[in-house]
């Protein structure tokens, strides 16, 4: 089984994990509530298909000062109305390609983006949502998560969305967000879509 297609099944599996009582408001739903729009189509620029090359630290909250860099590619889909989209991405890294998936909502109460990442290499788990809102063109969006056993602030900044180019980065603290190191940036250049 291909790693695409394993990551396809673990994402269903984890979906339709979801325990009962998550599911019990599914009886209840209400209509879509909030008009905060301001942020809906920050990402529609992105629909299609793009290269990447990205350049990323070696070592996270090291002081490390050693980069290397990269090709991948994405295809990026609108979904739920244009209050959602999902793309998937081949990262082409030296020691070998694995895939990933990224899923992104807007909440209208809010006026903001939830963006989960499902890495293919340990597809079973997600890691926590960024979550943030679009602010004169440039996106912003904090988490919590570990790194090796110590809590850290995650950051993921968009910047630069035109219908041809696009500018990502990823950023971690390790002293609750009073300092940030930029471990990843990545830009993304549109191209043609090709069959498959």
């Known amino acids: ?20 009582s998550s599911l019990a408001t599914q009886d209840h739903l209400s209509p879509r509530q909030g008009d905060d729009l301001s942020g809906l189509h920050a990402f529609d620029l992105r629909a299609g298909c793009w290269t990447i090359h990205n350049h990323v630290l070696k070592e996270r909250l090291t002081d490390s000062h050693d980069w290397f860099d990269y090709d991948g590619s994405q295809r ?48 079973a788990n ?25 809590p850290i602030k995650v950051r993921f900044t968009w910047s630069h969305i ?8 990823q950023a971690f603290s390790g002293d609750g967000g009073r300092t940030w190191e930029t471990n990843w940036t990545a830009e993304f250049s549109k191209t043609e879509c090709t069959a498959g």
Do not use: C, Q
């Open 1 to 20: 089984m291909s790693t695409r297609t394993s990551l396809t099944f673990s994402l269903a599996a984890a979906l339709m994990s979801l325990s009962a």
């Open 162 to 169: 035109t219908a041809t180019a696009a500018h990502w980065e």
């Open 76 to 123: 990026l889909w609108i979904t739920m109305g244009g209050y959602g989209n999902v793309d998937d991405t081949e990262l082409r890294k030296p020691e070998g390609t694995y895939y990933g998936v990224t899923v992104r909502t807007y909440d209208p109460k809010t006026g903001t983006w939830s963006i989960w990442w499902y890495d293919g290499r340990d597809p």
């Open 126 to 150: 997600v890691d926590p949502p960024v979550k943030g809102r679009f602010k004169d063109g440039v996106g912003t969006f904090y988490s919590d998560d570990t790194l090796r056993g110590k």
